[in-house]
């Protein structure tokens, strides 16, 4: 089903409020285009909270030694 984009004066916004805040949190209508004059003014829409960056995280609290790449010597014999 594809979800619907709805336009709506402030007048009919104001009467039917409830009713387009439950469409769009069930997801029969993916965004209400509130008009003024008849041209496009404000976007309804639900709310997703914003994806937050993992990017830095452990940045300065680990630490790679020297010698990381270097294969010890007890690991000599499966090494050919």
């Known amino acids: ?35 003024k004059n008849g041209k496009p003014a404000v976007v309804l829409e639900v709310y997703s909270e914003p994806k937050t960056s993992v990017r830095g995280l452990w940045k300065g609290k680990a630490q790679v030694s020297d010698d990381f790449d270097e294969i010890p010597d007890e690991f000599s014999d499966y090494i050919k």
């Open 1 to 35: 089903m594809d979800k619907k984009e709805v336009k709506l004066n402030l007048s009919e916004v104001k009467n039917n409020l409830s009713k387009i805040v439950s469409d769009l949190e069930m997801g029969i209508t993916s965004k209400v285009i509130l008009t």
